[in-house]
């Protein structure tokens, strides 16, 4: 129970995508000070769309932005797998009643920037936070009594304490682990397109996603169904490192020509798309160090097979806002709390992510086996394999055992 004298540290935020935001919402619901940095010009979300499975709403609502997504995302009827070389169903599980009572939330897709503003708009509205845009953070330095932030046009940020929300190429990860960001070697490209303009035979309500041999594509609707996310991944035959950049129509053609022409559709749909070379970190025991702590992609990035990225920072900036509470405000305390309540469960999002990843992509008899686990499976089994994911919520998330 925080007393009156309880004190409560000031924290510097690295990063303000939407763990970010999220975690700067959750300690500011505590009370506590809290600076957002982050290096682009705006606040915003860059990207397409994305997959909330139920223990996103469960974090969203612990944060008391459930209602304000909700208002803005796609709830679907059906997650559907289709095999892109004879267009056959692989497996498809039902997302209506039953599912919301097993796990207590619906599934939803978004667009990135819609969820990212249903929450900055709670944050805006908040006391304690201060968010500083065009800051590019050059060093972070901490001794005993703080962590100072060096921007790279000089300006000196300080605090108590500091959480590294700050992706993949995360500078806190840098200082706290020090570890190689690891290029998966497959390629994303994504794009959104006008619902007139994709096929209509494949306007479907669901998150759809084709299988084909080392590659596989996904779609699904956003915004009332006006558009539609569009997402294709292959293999890339380059030797790849970490970037973002406009995206080839040849160079996406060019990977699919073993699949059937109806999912091939899809690739002569958007007029410009962008290209993502994928990586991952291998986890790790141990992601604080002092008065830092990481969180999100910075604590453990994982590949998009699961559609679990969003999803898992929420649940961080949720189980640490807990961990502070329950520590009553002392951060080392809450930062031990926090990364032994996360560190199994994201480790086992990042290496099931690459296993489900060799199953999307499976090619000659690989495929057919894959095409086999899921025959016969009821809707029942489909639940209870994804209990450990889905069942998630904020009420059971520290590790106080």
């Known amino acids: 129970m925080t007393s009156p004298t309880t004190h409560k540290p000031t924290v510097i935020i690295a990063g303000a995508g939407i763990g970010g935001i999220a975690t700067a919402l959750a300690l500011a619901r505590l009370g506590m000070s809290v600076t957002v940095l ?38 679907t009827e059906r997650l559907v797998m289709m095999d892109a070389v004879d267009c056959s169903e692989v497996g498809a599980f039902e997302v209506g009643a039953p599912f919301r009572e097993r796990f207590g939330n619906p599934y939803a897709v978004i667009h990135r920037a819609d969820i990212h503003t249903a929450i900055l708009e709670h944050v805006q509205g908040t006391p304690h936070i201060e968010l500083v845009t ?38 806190a990860r840098e200082v706290v682990v020090g570890d190689a960001v690891r290029v998966s070697g497959h390629v994303v490209y994504r794009a959104v397109v006008p ?33 539609y996310n569009l997402v294709v991944t292959f293999h890339s035959r ?31 749909c958007p007029s410009s798309w962008r290209r ?49 509470r329950h520590c009553d405000f002392d951060m080392r305390a809450a930062f031990a709390l926090y990364q032994k309540s996360r560190i199994a469960r994201t480790a086992r999002v990042v290496l099931s992510a690459r296993e489900m990843g060799r199953l999307y992509h499976a090619h000659g008899v690989e495929r057919l ?7 016969g499976r009821d809707q029942a089994g489909f639940y209870n394999a994804l209990e450990w994911l889905y069942g998630w919520t904020a009420a059971g998330c520290l590790a106080t055992d």
């Open 134 to 171: 065009s800051c590019h953070i050059g060093a972070i330095e901490q001794d005993g009594t703080g962590v100072t932030v060096l921007a790279s046009d000089g300006r000196r940020f300080r605090a108590e304490y500091l959480i590294g929300c700050d992706g993949i190429k995360s500078i």
């Open 195 to 227: 619902a007139a303009e994709m096929p209509e035979e494949l306007r479907w309500n669901a998150p759809v996603l084709w299988a084909g041999p080392n590659c596989h594509l996904v779609h699904y609707p956003l915004r009332s169904g006006d558009q």
């Open 369 to 375: 086996v894959r095409n086999d686990l899921w025959k």
């Open 38 to 75: 982050e290096q682009a010009p705006t606040l915003g979300e860059i990207g397409a769309g994305l997959q909330l499975a139920p223990n996103a709403f469960a974090a969203l609502d612990a944060l008391g932005v459930g209602a304000a997504v909700r208002d803005r995302a796609v709830f």
């Open 276 to 324: 993502w070379s994928t990586a991952d970190r291998n986890p790790v025991e141990n992601w604080t160090k002092g008065r830092i702590t990481l969180l999100g992609d910075a604590a453990h990035p994982t590949l998009q097979y699961l559609a679990q990225g969003a999803c898992m920072a929420l649940e961080d900036a949720v189980t640490l806002g807990e961990a502070v």
């Open 238 to 268: 380059e030797q790849e490192t970490w970037d973002v950049r406009d995206g080839s129509k040849d160079e996406v053609l060019s990977y699919f020509t073993g699949i059937a022409d109806l999912p091939r559709k899809l690739l002569h």
